[in-house]
């Protein structure tokens, strides 16, 4: 069971989180993910062993959390001008980074210490608000623009699934497509 407790936005919590996370991230790159341990991390991140314990349970809860701050995209996505360019460089861009080895990674700790889901629903979050950044931008342009499900379910969830389960029938041209089939379809 998950001892996650609710973050507060700053203070004591905020520090212990980012000195925590930058300690993973940093053991991670020195000596191999095999390498990680609880007492490691917090030594590294100046707290005690039972900080961790209390705030993520183990060490795996403690991965999805990092990994899920690493999956949360850093800038809004590019505006090529129009709904379709907006949605297929996006598409493909997601498809790069989440079928990447890193990427995979990342969705697998990201899942594997996430009992009450919350983990993944922040994951479809980001990916959903990148989402409507398009969408509203084509609006504004005048674009008649799909939902942010139909695009979710549509392009997003065949990518996850072939990412995730078929990584051998992956590749640009796909995420193309599923943008091209999503934007051609009379129902949006």
């Known amino acids: 069971m998950s001892r996650k407790p609710m973050v507060r936005p700053g203070g004591r919590s905020a520090r212990v989180q980012a000195s925590v996370h930058a300690a993973v991230r940093e053991l991670e790159a020195e000596q191999g993910r095999e390498a990680l341990t609880v007492p490691l991390v917090a030594a590294r991140a100046g707290v005690t062993p039972s900080t961790i314990y209390r705030r993520w349970g183990d060490l795996q809860e403690l991965l999805s959390d990092v990994a899920v701050e690493r999956l949360r995209p850093e800038a809004p996505p590019e505006d090529r001008g129009d709904l379709a360019s907006d949605l297929q460089a996006w598409a493909e861009q997601f498809l790069e980074e989440m079928a990447s080895p890193p990427?995979?990674?990342?969705?697998?700790?990201?899942?594997?210490?996430?009992?009450?889901g919350s983990n993944a629903g922040r994951c479809s979050a980001y990916a959903a608000e990148q989402v409507d950044v398009i969408l509203a931008r084509a609006v504004d342009r005048g674009e008649r623009a799909p939902e942010v499900e139909a695009v979710m379910d549509r392009v997003v969830a065949p990518l996850m699934y072939r990412i995730l389960f078929r990584p051998d029938r992956l590749d640009a041209a796909f995420a193309r497509g599923l943008v091209a089939g999503l934007l051609d379809s009379p129902v949006r």
């Open 103 to 116: 990427g995979r990674a990342y969705i697998r700790d990201a899942l594997l210490g996430d009992p009450d």
